[in-house]
C-alpha cells in the first residue's frame, strides 16, 4: 500500500511520478471552488458548463470545451512542496484560483461555440490564429485591456485578451460598468462580451469534446523532473556587466568593512524583498527570487558592504531590483499560455 503523501518527504515525493499521486478534485476545497464557477456561469443563464480535469498545469486545448487544473491544488501536502519548490503557489487562495477559473473557462467557452471564428470577435480582439508569442511587451499603463491576472496578461495575445475580458465579466457582474469607466478600449471589449453572452444565453451549448489532455493519470514524468523543466522556464540572466546597481548600494572599501556584510544582509531580507518585487511588477516569486541569488553571489564574490542604514538599504534595494525586473519585462516578458 502506497504511503499517506502527507507522511512523506520533499525528497520522497519528488521520486514520485505523477501518475502514482492518485488525485482527485472531488471532496478537497478546489471542489467547492470549482462548484462556485458553475454557480457563476448558471447565474449568467449560460448553458455551458466546462469539464475540468487535473494535469500539470492550467491548461486549455484547442478545441476542447474543459480544462486541465494543476495537480497540486487537490492536495495540501503538495501545495506545500509546490511552495518550496517554485516559492509560491499560483490559485493556493479562493481569490486567485477563481480568478484563474474563470480565465479558463473564457477559453473553454470560446472554443465550445468558436466565437474566435466570428468576424466582429476578431474586430474586437484581433486575429486568434496569430503565432502564440514566446514573450511580449506590456503596457502597464494601456486602458485597452482589462486587468485580471498578473503581468496585464490580456496583452499576451488575442485569445487571452478575451478569455480576461469574460472572465471580468462573469466576476464582476454589473460593476465593470463603473470600474472601467473611461477605458474606451477595455469597455468596447466588455460590451461586446456582454452582448455576446446575451445572445449565448439563447442557444444550447453544441456538442463540444470531452477529451482531457494531458491528465495527470498520463504523466510518466516524475515531480523532481517536473520541477527541474518549470524552474529552467522562469530563470533570467543578471547581465555580468550590470554592476552599476551594485555599486549604488554597497562598497568594497575599507571604510565600511564595519558595516554588514551585503550578502548575508541580503539573504536574511531575501524573502521580503522578493516578495514585494513580485507584486509591484506581476513577475513570478521564483523569477525575482533567481535575480536576488544571483546579486547575492556577487555580493559575495566582491566583499561587498552596506554603506547605509539596513531600513534604507533595503528600501533602494526593493527599488534597484524593481527597475531590474521592469526592464526584462519590457524587453519581453515571458510566461506559460494559460
Known amino acids: 500500500m502506497q504511503q499517506a503523501l502527507s507522511d512523506m518527504t520533499d525528497s520522497q515525493l519528488l521520486d514520485l511520478r505523477l501518475c502514482d499521486l492518485r488525485l482527485d478534485i472531488i471532496g478537497t476545497p478546489l471542489e467547492n471552488r470549482v462548484t462556485r464557477l458553475y454557480r457563476e456561469l448558471q447565474a449568467r443563464s449560460l448553458d455551458f458548463l466546462p469539464h475540468l480535469w487535473l494535469g500539470e498545469e492550467w491548461f486549455t486545448p484547442d ?47 470560446d472554443n465550445t461555440y468558436r ?25 502597464p499603463n494601456s486602458r485597452n485591456y482589462v486587468l485580471h491576472l498578473d503581468a496585464w496578461y490580456a496583452q499576451a495575445h488575442p485569445a487571452e485578451d478575451f478569455a480576461e475580458t469574460f472572465a471580468v465579466w462573469l466576476a464582476a457582474g454589473t460593476r465593470w460598468r463603473r470600474q472601467y469607466k473611461g477605458w474606451r478600449g477595455a469597455m468596447r471589449k466588455l460590451e461586446y462580451v456582454d452582448r455576446l453572452m446575451q445572445e449565448l444565453t439563447q442557444k444550447a451549448a453544441p456538442h463540444s ?59 536574511h531580507r531575501r524573502r521580503d524583498i522578493t516578495r514585494v518585487v513580485a507584486r509591484e511588477t506581476g513577475a513570478h516569486r521564483y523569477t525575482t527570487n533567481h535575480i536576488m541569488r544571483q546579486i547575492i553571489v556577487r555580493c559575495r564574490h566582491l566583499r561587498l558592504h552596506l554603506t547605509m542604514s539596513e531600513a534604507r538599504t533595503t528600501e533602494l534595494t526593493i527599488a534597484a531590483v524593481t527597475s531590474k525586473v521592469t526592464q526584462i519585462l519590457k524587453s519581453g516578458y515571458k510566461r506559460v499560455p494559460l
Open 115 to 139: 466565437l474566435h471564428t466570428r468576424r466582429s470577435w476578431r474586430n474586437i480582439f484581433g486575429s486568434f490564429s496569430a503565432p502564440y508569442p514566446d514573450s511580449y511587451r506590456p503596457r
Open 209 to 267: 469534446s470531452k477529451r482531457k489532455v494531458d491528465p495527470l493519470s498520463s504523466l510518466k514524468t516524475t515531480l523532481r523532473e517536473h520541477y527541474q523543466l518549470r524552474r529552467a522556464h522562469y530563470r533570467i540572466a543578471l547581465p555580468p556587466s550590470d554592476g552599476r546597481m551594485l555599486d549604488r548600494l554597497f562598497s568594497c572599501d575599507a571604510h565600511y568593512r564595519s558595516f554588514p556584510d551585503a550578502a548575508q544582509f541580503l539573504r
Open 63 to 109: 478545441g476542447v470545451g474543459g480544462f486541465g487544473i494543476p495537480f497540486y491544488l487537490a492536495d495540501a501536502r503538495l501545495m506545500k512542496l509546490e511552495r518550496a519548490q517554485m516559492l509560491e503557489v499560483e490559485g493556493a487562495s479562493e481569490g486567485e484560483c477563481m480568478r484563474l477559473l474563470r480565465h479558463e473557462a473564457g477559453h473553454a467557452l
